[in-house]
Structures are given as structure tokens and as C-alpha cells.
């Protein structure tokens, strides 16, 4: 048995928390009980009328680093994916406007599986 105020799983997946055994529900407004979620742009209670969905293709068959798109300021829940039909040799790489690389470029590869903590975002690759 758990401490009364445990997570009842990893912190960023859930709010809810151990009561005498037993998870309870936290919603988004952080009230015991309550069933309020995140809507598709991350508001509380919110109507998925905040933010904007962008989707975008490109087809890449260059060599070398290559600029895909500037994330802004305050983006958020961003889905990147690659799909190849071959087993090709590309890889994400990501940086700040000032060059410094976060992930992969110029002379560090990660193949996958890494969790980056950058300011109060998390960037999974995998």
C-alpha cells in the first residue's frame, strides 16, 4: 500500500492520486473528483478553438542537413514523423535559433529512444 497523495502513475501522465488504496481522479483544474481534461490545444475545459493544426509533407532525397521548419515560441503537442519505404539513413535533428544543436547534427547521433528535457518542454525521440 501507498502514501495517502501518491501519483498513481508517472507525473506526466496523470494528476490522479492514491486515497486509501484506491486512485481518484484529479482533472486538469487540479480539483479532487473532477473530470475536466485538456482539450486539443492544452486548455483546461477548453473547446479546441485555440490553436491551429498544421500538417505538412515533404519529401526529402537530399543529403546533409536539411531545414524542415521553425517551431515558434509556445508551440506545443508537435508530431513528427518519418515514413520511408526503405530503410533509409535519416535522422531528426533539432537546434536553437542560435545553432546550438538539442538533438543530433554536426558530430552526435542519437538512433532513438531519448527523453530531452528543454526548458519546461519534453522532446521524446524515438
Known sequence: R????????????TRDICING???PIGCDYKYGSNATEDVCGVCNGQNRTCKLIHDEKTISDIG???LVDIPVNTTRISVTQISSNIDRYYLAVRYTNGTYILNGLY???LYNIQIRISSAKLVYS
Not at 501507498?2 to 501522465?13: A, Q
Open 2 to 13: 501507498v502514501e495517502d497523495g501518491t501519483l498513481c502513475g508517472r507525473e506526466d501522465e
Open 22 to 24: 484506491v486512485c481518484m
Open 65 to 67: 542537413i536539411i531545414h
Open 108 to 110: 552526435s547521433l542519437q
